[in-house]
């Protein structure tokens, strides 16, 4: 039946005048907290936007489909992805692939300069090679120049822009946005966004590069600190591929101070216990720089021991700003941007879907419970007031024999809070979350 202009303005006044009867008149009216019909939309985090993840909940994997995040993340040009490839066929994912292989680049390229793999030698020429030099973006351009005594500026995959703050950590970074369709990533949806500022990077000039003379102690030996098991363990392939790329074209470059560079595989387990035993490990094989943590809760916890041990420590994923100031004597450095600006990208993607209540639920320890922090700053920076944040936590599982993350209660405030947005701040453990959240009757949008 058509029904006449004038008929159709009648009943929106009707409507206007009588709001109780909204809902008769076809208006959809805020879902209220506890409804049967809450819907709520997912965000993540770099531990858990990977393609292994929606693998943690089984026959739920459509869970994830609609859920999206940031992840620290630069376009990846084709060729280095087709160089990933040729050292390992199988992999699915590139998140700190870019970053593992830069770590391994500088670390080599400050060897080669220091003219000795004397770990302090090598620290001290770190963050010069990343600023204010020769400018040069392959191993066989930088190691020539570095060969010479040259003062470089590297300028990697993921380190494009600036170098190093003083605090060895990127001045800028990339992030990427990041979605599931499908129960995989969705690369065509894929934005990249800057964050950052060039002028934070370092002006201090390092000591003269020198040739190598005498015992040089080479050859270089790294010694992998990544996540090879433990809940963490689906970012392990990109960043140990990343490494593994980095060593194979360093040494097809002639290696480092004559010989090639050696890599040592190591796991730790995301968990301080195993990343221990690792080090003591690797301690023993005259290992110079370690490579890792993967997660910054396992370098916190183990940073002392490595700088006990007076050896170099280079992440390539850890984000937890805290490290930013960590007496580390000057032996700490990362490729992985800090989370103070992760926390700024996340809340801009959260709030671009205009959210009316958001939790934001963190594996409790210094990484989640930090990016936690600084996306609650943004969010209510951005104009949403403390009662329209919730913050939970969750205690991760010591080990991959741990039973799974019970979040049972926390999903029931979340349902109850009638939160419309959800950030879920972990690695694989989180996919209990979303299990539990399923369970209570919110729905989650796809």
Request: hydrophobic share 40%.
């Amino acid at each position: 039946m058509r029904v006449s202009r004038g008929s159709r303005v009648a009943t929106l006044a009707a409507c206007v005048t009588l709001l109780l009867s909204a809902a008769a008149c076809g208006t959809e009216q805020p879902e209220e907290a506890g409804d049967e019909s809450q819907q709520v939309r997912l965000y993540g985090n770099d531990g858990n936007m990977l393609n292994t993840f929606p693998n943690e909940l089984k026959d739920r994997a459509d869970l994830v489909n609609g859920m999206k995040g940031t992840t620290p993340m630069t376009p990846l040009p084709e060729d280095f992805k087709t160089r990933l490839r040729a050292v390992n066929p199988d992999l699915r994912d590139f998140l700190y692939a870019a970053e593992a292989y830069d770590a391994v680049m500088i670390s080599a390229l400050a060897t080669q300069l220091a003219g000795t793999t004397d770990p302090a030698a090598i620290a001290k020429q770190v963050i010069g090679v990343t600023n204010e030099g020769q400018r040069c973006d392959d191993a066989v351009n930088c190691l020539k120049l570095a060969r010479a005594g040259q003062d470089i500026e590297y300028r990697g995959v993921s380190l494009t822009r600036a170098g190093f703050t003083d605090a060895g950590e990127p001045a800028t970074a990339s992030y990427a946005t990041v979605h599931f369709d499908d129960e995989k990533l969705n690369d065509a949806k894929t934005e990249f966004v800057g964050a950052g500022d060039d002028s934070q990077a370092s002006t201090t000039a390092p000591p003269k590069g020198r040739k190598p003379r005498g015992d040089t102690g080479a050859p270089l030996t790294l010694g992998g600190l990544l996540p090879r098991t433990g809940p963490a363990s689906g970012a392990y392939p990109p960043q140990a591929t990343g490494a593994a790329l980095a060593v194979r074209e360093i040494n097809a470059a002639g290696g480092v101070l004559d010989e090639p560079v050696v890599w040592i595989d190591g796991d730790d387990g995301t968990n301080p216990d195993v990343a221990r035993a690792t080090l003591a490990a690797h301690v023993k094989k005259n290992v110079q720089v370690i490579i890792g943590a993967g997660t910054s809760g396992v370098s916190k916890a183990i940073l002392p021991d490595v700088v006990a041990a007076g050896l170099v420590m280079f992440s390539p994923a850890n984000t937890d700003a805290s490290l930013t100031t960590i007496e580390d004597k000057g032996l700490y450095f990362r490729t992985a941007p800090p989370d103070s600006l992760q926390g700024q990208a996340l809340a801009d993607v959260i709030m671009r879907d205009g959210p009316r209540k958001v939790a934001l639920i963190a594996r409790k320890d210094s990484y989640g419970e930090g990016l936690q922090g600084y996306v609650r700053t943004e969010l209510e920076r951005a104009g949403l007031g403390g009662d329209k944040v919730k913050l939970l936590t969750y205690d991760p599982p010591a080990d991959s024999d741990a039973p799974p993350v019970d979040f049972t209660a926390g999903a029931r405030e979340i349902k109850e809070f009638g939160a419309d947005a959800v950030l879920l701040i972990g690695y694989a453990e989180s996919a209990a979350v979303i299990l539990a959240l399923h369970e209570a009757g919110v729905r989650i949008q796809q």
